[in-house]
């Protein structure tokens, strides 16, 4: 999938209070975690996603996949892309990392992804347009940040 043809939806950041090691743990231990419960398995079952379980390395590395997602690239400690696609959507989630100073770290999500038919458009507007998708980024951020520091 080429990540960059997919329109841009938003970019949510926060600064954690550690390094780019510790930041880099965390995201991984925390989307594992998010992704991995049984809610999330039902949830991706109820729309088709492509990638159902999780399977391939862990850490998470090139290939690896869980719920809704597959990783396509990762540059340890800097840059994490997923992809994934399911009946509504083909998506991906860029999580990027830079250096902030004092030993802190600027952690980015960026959200891409196409909604193809009808169906597509009232995913997005569910999902999207109802800013549930900014909330779910949002905690999902937090979390890492707090695992992290």
């Known amino acids: 999938m080429d990540v960059a043809s997919l329109p ?10 550690a390094g780019a090691g510790d930041v880099w743990r965390a995201l991984g ?3 594992e975690g998010s992704f991995g419960r049984p809610r999330s398995a039902r949830y991706a079952r109820l729309v088709g996603v492509a990638d159902r379980v999780a399977s391939g390395p862990r850490p ?15 540059e340890p400690e800097r840059k994490l892309v997923l992809v994934g696609r399911h009946h509504f959507s083909t998506y991906a989630l860029v999580f990027r990392l830079d250096e902030a100073g004092d030993g802190h770290t600027r952690l980015r ?39 992290a520091e």
């Open 60 to 74: 998470l590395g090139k290939g690896s996949a869980f719920p809704g997602f597959r990783v396509a690239d990762v």
């Open 29 to 31: 231990e925390t989307l």
């Open 8 to 17: 841009r939806i938003d970019e949510h950041s926060t600064v954690v209070a």
């Open 109 to 147: 999500a960026e959200t891409r992804a196409r909604f193809p038919g009808p169906g597509g458009a009232l995913y997005r507007l569910l999902v999207i347009s109802s800013g549930a998708h900014a909330l779910l980024t949002g905690r999902l951020l937090k979390a890492v940040r707090q695992r």
